[in-house]
């Protein structure tokens, strides 16, 4: 058995927590326009691991990025996005470790979306939500948190700043004259490394 160097502090790391990537998504959002662009990537703790972008969509089962984006190390990019890259998308390493999932929905039949973060934030980052149709992201929007009205915008977006525990939950937005947008869960953590 090996037990220096590398091997030796993976051994001492994992038995209090994974070794992991974190998956991004950028813009972060879970809803997203046919034709959107999106980024995605994997913040590796160790690059050694050979962590890669898979997903899974109806018609496809762990396929890797570059089969349906353009790679570039751990990132992967979908220039154009059509309603069959909706599926549930993470990184996985060589040895079959995996990261957190998320799940995207690209679809051409919904007229409003709200960008909101798909993965939990850390407590006290600014987090900004966006009311958008499929033309604008400028149009006056009602921002909802469990069904009530938080705050109506004329511009489409909001900012809370210094999000707490108490700004989780399930928020939608409604443009007036288009429509109300699917729900997007907002989720806070207050821990700065992430346990599996
Ligand atoms: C992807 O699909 C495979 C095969 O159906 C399944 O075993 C796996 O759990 C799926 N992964 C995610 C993250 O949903
Ligand atoms: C993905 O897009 C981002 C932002 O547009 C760009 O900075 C990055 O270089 C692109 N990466 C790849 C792999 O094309
Ligand atoms: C993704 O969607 C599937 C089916 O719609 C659901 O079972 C799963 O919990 C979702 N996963 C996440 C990370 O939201
Ligand atoms: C949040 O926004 C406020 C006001 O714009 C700024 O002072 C603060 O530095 C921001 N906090 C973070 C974590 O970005």
Redesign the pocket.
């Known amino acids: 058995l090996d037990v220096s160097g590398s091997v030796w502090n993976k051994l001492v790391c994992c038995l209090i927590l994974t070794l992991t990537a974190r998956l991004t998504l950028?813009p972060s959002s879970s809803q997203f326009f046919e034709g959107d662009?999106l980024?995605l990537s994997c913040e590796e703790d160790d690059s050694s691991a050979g962590w890669t972008l898979r997903r899974n969509t109806t018609r496809e089962t762990r396929t890797q990025c570059d089969d349906w984006g353009?790679?570039?190390?751990s990132?992967?990019?979908i220039s154009l996005s059509f309603p069959s890259d909706s599926g549930v998308y993470w990184c996985e390493s060589r040895e079959g470790a995996t990261s957190q999932s998320i799940n995207i929905t690209v679809s051409g039949k919904m007229t409003v979306i709200l960008q909101s973060p798909v993965l939990p934030v850390m407590e006290g980052e600014n987090i900004t939500l966006i009311c958008r149709t499929q033309t604008s992201s400028d149009l006056p929007a009602d921002f909802y948190k469990h069904g009530s009205l938080i705050i109506d915008r004329p511009t489409g977006h909001v900012t809370i700043l210094h999000v707490s525990k108490a700004d989780e939950g399930v928020y939608r937005c409604n443009i007036r004259g288009h429509g109300e947008s699917p729900p997007g869960w907002i989720s806070v953590t207050g821990q700065q490394l992430q346990f599996d």
Do not use: D, L, M, P
Not at 70 to 73: D, F, N, R
């Open positions: 950028s662009s980024s353009t790679s570039a190390g990132s992967c990019n």
